[in-house]
């Protein structure tokens, strides 16, 4: 999957979450999961380090790969631009930019959710 995204949406960093709750806030995630970090390849980080990369960037633009999971919080200047890679489940990517989200509630809600596990193709 990181092989995936960075050759596909030519990402540059590739943040992984491999150990979160669902009910998890988004900021308390992946404090004790180092061990499992390591033995991943072309990974820059947990969750934690992702948040220290937004606050260490002025401008950024975030491949995700569902909404769920996501924030939904409008409160970050520094994320300008998020897309979410569905290519694998819908053959499709969608774009968001700060502003769209920051005016339109109702794609902001796209993020609110939990839907089922999705099937990757085999």
Known sequence: ??????QR???????VSPS???????YKRDFNDQDILSELDQVNGNTQ???????????VCVVA???????????NPKLQKIII???FYENQFKVFDREQ???????????????????RSK
């Open 85 to 87: 890679d569905l290519y």
């Open 101 to 119: 989200l920051l005016n339109n509630v109702n794609d902001l809600k796209l993020f609110n959710c939990r839907p089922n596990y999705r099937q």
């Open 49 to 59: 380090d992702f948040l220290t990369f937004i606050q260490e960037n002025d401008k």
């Open 1 to 6: 999957m990181v092989d995936i995204l960075r």
């Open 9 to 15: 949406s030519l990402v540059e960093k590739v943040f």
């Open 20 to 26: 979160s709750s669902v009910k998890e806030s988004f």
């Open 65 to 75: 790969l569902d909404y769920a999971g996501f924030t939904t919080s409008k409160n």
